[in-house]
């Protein structure tokens, strides 16, 4: 919206989507989690306080952080500069820097109205809206195919838009991983599934970042990598060449 009415100011458009989508985001994720304390029996009190001090915490922690991350790490956030295996590309801010380019500074109006490369992509606004109403009639349609009535429709969209900045690397692991803890160990082994599936969902984000952190500072800060097939992001060659007519790149076709 703010790339129709300001186009050409992407700092407006990065400032609009900051006040704008990440405080409701914010907001929905405080929600959630007092939601989750509710299930989980702990005083709504209790609740609010500890996430008021994890927030002044966190944001006092996060901030001298990056500060002292920006200062001592060199060509942080680069991609062309950094160790090649390095942690420190900052995929999430390049992903709102190329978001603030994108709506802000071409507009939305280049990229997706009459004659843009993407204007097809419109009718996905069409199909969103309209594709939940085939589930409900086929749900009611047939009652006994239960399976049917658990598919939602916005759950699914919303997933693909959590992606960026993923690569095929993560996306993969999410998919393998939550079948098989959701569905495999979910149907026969439920009470383990009940008593350390959201411990081990925290305890492989938590090993994932410190072990990005150590291996860091063990290997890679003395110029040393641990390098294997599995920590290529992307296999193929020619996922990253240009699509637009008439771009010419280094060992990339030209469409």
Excluded at 53 to 65: D, P
Excluded at 66 to 91: G, Y
Excluded at 146 to 167: D, L, Q
Aim: glycine content about 8%; hydrophobic content about 50%; aromatic content about 14%.
């Amino acid at each position: 919206m703010i790339g129709y009415v300001l186009p050409g100011t992407p700092i407006a458009n990065f400032l609009f989507k900051i006040c704008g989508r990440i405080t409701t985001a914010h907001a929905l994720s405080f929600l959630s989690d007092i939601k989750l304390g509710h299930y989980m029996k702990i005083p709504p009190r209790c609740m609010y306080i500890a996430q008021l001090v994890g927030t002044l915490v966190a944001e006092v922690m996060n901030v001298s952080v990056a500060w002292w991350m920006l200062d001592s790490i060199k060509d942080i956030c680069m991609d062309d500069n950094a160790h090649r295996d390095s942690p420190w590309t900052c995929p999430k801010y390049r992903v709102t820097f190329d978001a603030s380019v994108i709506w802000g500074l071409i507009g939305p109006r280049r990229l997706f109205g009459p004659g843009g490369l993407y204007r097809n992509l419109v009718w996905l606004f069409l199909i969103g809206a309209v594709l939940p109403v085939p589930v409900w009639v086929f749900s009611k349609i047939y009652p006994d195919k239960k399976w049917i009535a658990m598919i939602n429709v916005p759950i699914i969209f919303n997933g693909f838009s959590r992606m960026p900045p993923a690569t095929p690397t993560n996306i993969a692991t999410w998919l393998l991983t939550g079948m098989f803890f959701n569905f495999f160990v979910f149907r026969f082994h439920k009470r383990w599934w009940q008593k350390y599936n959201y411990v081990l969902s925290v305890a492989l984000d938590a090993g994932t970042t410190l072990m990005a952190v150590l291996i860091f500072f063990a290997l890679q800060n003395a110029g040393h990598s641990l390098r294997w097939w599995g920590t290529e992001l992307d296999h193929c060659p020619l996922a990253t060449c240009p699509t637009a007519p008439g771009i010419v790149v280094d060992g990339c076709p030209v469409f």
